[in-house]
């Protein structure tokens, strides 16, 4: 102990004139946090320690020294810079030659006394001047690092776009499983950009003015201006009528269509051909450029196809691109009648969040060419990619962004395709385009009920168990087969395919109910030809004349028909447009076609001559009208 306190007496000073200072009279301060001290060492010490070593402390120094001379009395003190001052020793004495401190003295600013107990403690000095050196510090590592952006993570359902704020199995909007996904984007102001800057930045310099500078018009003014016949670009065409029908009438300037199906149905083939169809402008007044950019193929490939399309339309310009800036910066060279992108899922904005075909892409590319659409009165035709369910690949905001959904749908192993509108700002959803993929191309199929009709031969037992549905889809009417077999002595009780299951055992029950058919111990198979779905009850009849043909072995006639819906009670209700459907019924040559009783006088005045009529009020007539006359 006598040891360390010399050691402590040899190493306090006084500054000033370099005499020792008895320890008990230096002023305490309240004790530094410093964990580089021991908790055996006083803050005298450490003091002290600091003022004998201040040439390897910071400019900042915690202690201060006092700056008067000895032979100034007035208290002035230098103008020094702080760097170069020296640190300040405290005692009862103040400075050196200086007087004992006297208690109750004037609270003068000039008297050396006061400035003693006026002084800041030594302690919080020392924290301010680190805080300062710290935000100093900081402020030049800000200045040097800018704040890079966050990265704000979401949850969004892909079938309905419904965000949410951690993942669920299933969406709380639409309530489908496995459709939230994870969705991160940035929120850095300085980098962010949207489609809708991109598209306005790459117009500016090509449009007029006033084009983009809009202001409310009066609706009157809009009409008196507008010629309906002119304004919708026209498809010509066996081809381009059926495609125009589904899209109500034509390409309209200015509108943003997407087009999705499953890979390999035909997409690129299909607008390929329209963009031929566009650029040769028959009926428009002449041709005109159409630019057709793709992500996927290469030009040469694309060529190889239009090749073997036989298209050869000078104004068709082909051009591969995945950024959406020089697409658009492409367009202001050619200033085309019409874009064509394949695909939306390859394209991407370079200050965009995400990889090409994802949610902040997809969102962002269609916003900038929508925006480039509506501004430049330049229709954009789209190809969307679809996931496993047979949506469009994406935000479910992609299909609210756009003006036209069109799905294209087709069987593997069947040269059939079928174009229908799910949406369309300018015309009918209820539209269906039916088309055959051949060699040469997509063709129109003039009389689409060839393709769900096989060649029926009434003297063959063995075709048992067939009848003829009329259904409508869109605009269009069909005729479809219904297949049916009845097996006895078999453990599968039922199965359906192309009927609603309910629907289906509904149909049986009033089969054995009303009509007397001993069903019950037989496995019913039901089949519609060439896959297609008959959702709509106007085929009712068609099901329950399938399964009685099977079950009594006996083959339907191949000319007749069957319109109708089968109600609970075994009676025959009329469905909506029948007079549509007899008369398409009468065009393929039917010759008999079984309705509804109450249904035969209105039709009968629209003179069918070469189609006999057979109403009918109740099931139990059906058979005895279908399966007893011949």
């Known amino acids: 102990m006598r040891a360390f306190r010399i050691i402590r007496q040899s190493?306090?000073?006084n500054p000033r004139n370099d005499k020792l200072i008895p320890p008990s009279r230096i002023i305490f301060a309240r004790k530094p946090q410093n964990f580089r001290i021991s908790r055996h060492f006083s803050p005298i010490l450490l003091q002290s320690f600091r003022l004998f070593h201040r040439s390897s402390f910071s400019e900042a120094s915690v202690v201060e020294v006092d700056r008067q001379t000895n032979g100034d009395s007035s208290g002035s003190q230098s103008t020094m810079p702080n760097s170069h001052q020296k640190p300040r020793a405290w005692s009862v004495y103040g400075v050196a030659a200086d007087g004992p401190r006297i208690e109750g003295a004037g609270n003068s600013s000039d008297d050396p006394e006061n400035e003693v107990e006026n002084r800041p403690n030594s302690s919080n000095s020392e924290h301010s001047l680190r805080k300062e050196t710290v935000k100093e510090k900081f402020s030049a590592?800000?200045?040097?690092?800018?704040?890079?952006?966050?990265?704000?993570?979401?949850?969004?359902?892909?079938?309905?776009?419904?965000?949410?704020?951690q993942w669920w199995g299933s969406c709380t909007a639409c309530h489908q499983v496995g459709t939230v996904k994870q969705f991160s984007a940035s929120e850095d102001v300085e980098?962010?950009?949207?489609?809708?800057?991109i598209s306005e930045n790459a117009m500016r310099s090509w449009l007029p003015e006033q084009a983009m500078h809009s202001r409310p018009v009066r609706l009157k003014d809009v009409i008196c201006g507008m010629n309906q016949l002119e304004w919708r670009i026209p498809l010509s065409g066996l081809f381009g009528a059926e495609v125009a029908r589904v899209l109500g009438g034509g390409v309209v300037p200015g509108?943003?269509?997407?087009?999705?199906?499953?890979?390999?149905?035909?997409k690129s083939t299909l607008l390929l051909q329209v963009a031929a169809i566009i650029a040769e402008g028959h009926d428009v007044g002449g041709s005109a450029p159409v630019l057709f950019v793709s992500g996927e193929e290469s030009v040469e490939q694309i060529g190889n196809r239009a090749d073997r399309m036989g298209i050869e339309t000078e104004q068709l310009f082909l051009y591969s691109s995945t950024d959406v800036e020089d697409i658009l910066g492409q367009i202001q060279r050619l200033s085309p009648r019409a874009l064509v992108v394949d695909s939306i899922q390859t394209v991407y904005l370079k200050g965009v969040t995400g990889d090409p075909g994802g949610m902040s892409q997809v969102k962002e590319c269609t916003s900038a060419l929508l925006r480039f659409a509506k501004k430049t009165n330049i229709p954009v035709l789209l190809i969307g990619h679809v996931t496993k369910s047979g949506e469009i690949a994406g935000p479910r905001i992609l299909e609210h962004?756009?003006?036209?959904?069109?799905?294209?749908?087709?069987?593997?192993?069947?040269?059939?395709?079928?174009?229908?509108?799910?949406?369309?700002?300018?015309?009918?959803?209820?539209?269906?385009?039916?088309?055959?993929?051949?060699?040469?191309?997509?063709?129109?199929?003039?009389?689409?009920?060839?393709?769900?009709l096989t060649e029926q031969h009434s003297d063959s037992e063995h075709l048992a168990g067939l009848a003829v549905a009329v259904i409508i889809d869109g605009s269009r009417t069909f005729l479809i087969e219904v297949q049916a077999l009845c097996v006895s002595g078999t453990s599968v009780s039922r199965h359906v395919n192309g009927v609603p299951a309910n629907r289906a055992d509904m149909i049986i029950s009033v089969l054995m109910k009303q009509a007397g058919l001993r069903l019950e111990g037989n496995a019913i198979f039901l089949n519609i030809v060439s896959g297609v779905s008959l959702t709509e009850t106007a085929g009712d009849l068609a099901v329950a004349a399938a399964i009685c043909s099977s079950f009594l072995e006996f083959p339907v006639p191949n000319n007749i028909a069957f319109i109708g819906e089968v109600g609970l009670g075994g009676e025959?209700?009329?469905?909506?447009?029948?007079?549509?459907?007899?008369?398409?019924?009468?065009?393929?040559?039917?010759?008999?076609?079984?309705?509804?009783?109450?249904?035969?006088?209105?039709?009968?005045?629209?003179?069918?001559?070469?189609?006999?009529?057979?109403?009918?009020?109740?099931?139990?007539?059906?058979?005895?009208?279908?399966?007893?006359?011949?």
């Open 11 to 13: 190493l306090v000073f």
């Open 141 to 165: 590592d800000t200045v040097l690092k800018k704040k890079k952006g966050k990265s704000k993570v979401q949850w969004v359902c892909s079938n309905c776009g419904n965000s949410h704020g």
């Open 191 to 197: 980098s962010g950009v949207n489609g809708f800057e």
């Open 255 to 266: 509108s943003l269509v997407l087009v999705g199906g499953d890979p390999g149905v035909g």
């Open 401 to 452: 962004i756009v003006d036209v959904v069109l799905y294209m749908e087709g069987e593997k192993h069947s040269s059939y395709r079928l174009l229908r509108s799910v949406k369309n700002r300018f015309g009918s959803t209820d539209e269906l385009g039916v088309f055959e993929m051949l060699p040469s191309g997509l063709q129109a199929v003039p009389n689409p009920s060839e393709m769900f």
């Open 572 to 630: 025959l209700r009329t469905v909506p447009r029948m007079e549509k459907r007899v008369n398409t019924v009468a065009k393929l040559g039917y010759k008999m076609c079984v309705v509804p009783k109450s249904a035969v006088q209105s039709l009968a005045a629209l003179g069918f001559e070469d189609t006999k009529l057979i109403g009918c009020s109740n099931i139990k007539e059906v058979i005895d009208s279908v399966f007893r006359s011949f």
